[in-house]
């Protein structure tokens, strides 16, 4: 009798693990830069001490979510930082061993835009196992790892990493559109490739964006803006409080509709269509006024498709 109660909670444990949700994740790099010696906590954990060979101390396969980390060295303050960790991910901490200075800070705001030519281009991600590896791409430094290199030429490249002995090369084709990933992994001595067609953080090429209206929805032709502009010139955030805040690189993009609602005390702007417009519009006017010619202005076909356009 006992067996046969065994064996059906047995079974019904296989299928509760066959059917409930899985959590698949692809595992981060974490590379903690510091001089030797340094001691490194994690969640409270004591993980070791940064070395030489590492340039510090590299841990991988990292969990995303949220974490502690904690620094210390005799003689000098302790350091801390909180760190959120997503998929596939490669992280630097970088931790500097110096004497109280003063400090400088730019107080001008700044903003610049480009106006890139048209032409066949693709995406390339070049990383590193440890980090911080100096990169020659086609035979030209610029710099050390991680790197993402955008609006490349579509054509064949050469790619070089060195970590302090070490040496690893790869050549390789980029077609237009394309998304390069290369990661060379000096602790197995090899570079690794990964390919698509179109690069996910890019967004989609166009976005339909459909208001109450149902039969005239605008079409947006993102990709041709993102070549034309940069992300700053048409996203931006919101701070904790709700109040609009500049777009900075690596930064969440949602829906406008997360803000532009019934819930902002802005009636201008409390919806898809006048945000939309005012921001549209509103840009092409002033590239008419720069350049002479702009985007739709005027004339509601030139965004909107209607029924009978079909």
């Not at 048209?118 to 020659?136: C, D, H, M, W, Y």
């Not at 945000?275 to 985007?295: N, P, T, Y």
């Amino acid at each position: 009798m006992m067996k046969k109660k065994f064996l059906s909670l047995l079974c019904s444990l296989v299928v509760m693990s066959v059917f409930l949700p899985q959590n698949i994740y692809a595992g981060s790099t974490l590379q903690i830069s510091a001089a030797p010696g340094v001691s490194i906590w994690l969640d409270k954990n004591l993980i070791g001490k940064t070395t030489k060979e590492q340039n510090g101390l590299v841990i991988t396969d990292l969990a995303p979510g949220e974490y502690a980390l904690r620094a210390s060295l005799p003689g000098y303050d302790i350091s801390e930082t909180l760190l959120t960790v997503k998929n596939n991910q490669s992280i630097e901490w970088r931790i500097k061993l110096a004497k109280p200075t003063m400090q400088v800070e730019e107080t001008v705001k700044r903003v610049n835009s480009l106006m890139i030519e048209a032409k066949p281009t693709g995406t390339v991600v070049l990383r590193s196992i440890p980090l911080n590896a100096e990169i020659f791409f086609d035979g030209e430094s610029i710099g050390s790892t991680d790197k993402k290199l955008t609006y490349v030429p579509a054509a064949e490249h050469a790619v070089k990493f060195i970590f302090q002995q070490g040496e690893l090369v790869e050549k390789f084709s980029l077609q237009p559109d394309e998304f390069i990933l290369l990661r060379a992994d000096f602790t197995k001595g090899e570079i690794v490739k990964e390919t698509s067609r179109t690069d996910t953080n890019l967004g989609p090429a166009v976005i339909k964006m459909q208001t109450s209206r149902k039969r005239k929805p605008a079409q947006f032709p993102h990709r041709k803006h993102q070549e034309m502009y940069g992300c700053a010139n048409c996203h931006h955030g919101r701070d904790r409080e709700g109040k609009q805040v500049p777009y900075s690189e690596g930064m969440e993009i949602q829906h406008c509709v997360t803000c532009h609602n019934l819930k902002m005390e802005n009636k201008k702007l409390n919806n898809l269509m006048q945000a939309a417009h005012a921001r549209c519009k509103g840009c092409h006017k002033k590239v008419v006024q720069e350049s002479g010619k702009a985007g739709p202005i005027g004339k509601c076909r030139g965004c909107h498709v209607f029924e009978k356009d079909k």
